[in-house]
């Protein structure tokens, strides 16, 4: 089984002394059992992803490849 999806961050960053909001999405695949997992969050699952980021296959833009799921997300400080 192999699952299409995008991820999706969002935080705030202190940027020369100033709070400022950055986002950003990124196209992803994952297979096999970690595709299950993922599929099991549903649509806005939050999780902690692992894995790497390659090019795609037409050679435009990138692709996370998630290897691995750690949900649900562990309390900040409690990695």
Do not use: W
């Amino acid at each position: 089984m192999a699952l299409d999806c995008s991820l999706r961050a969002e935080s705030e960053v202190m940027e020369a002394g100033a709070p400022r909001k950055v986002s950003v999405e990124i196209r992803a695949v994952a297979v096999g059992e970690v595709a299950k997992t993922l599929q099991s969050l549903g649509v806005d699952g939050v999780a902690l992803f692992s894995g790497f980021i390659s090019h795609q296959r037409n050679g435009r833009g990138l692709i996370a490849h998630i290897t691995g799921i750690q949900a649900p997300v562990p309390a900040p400080g409690n990695f």
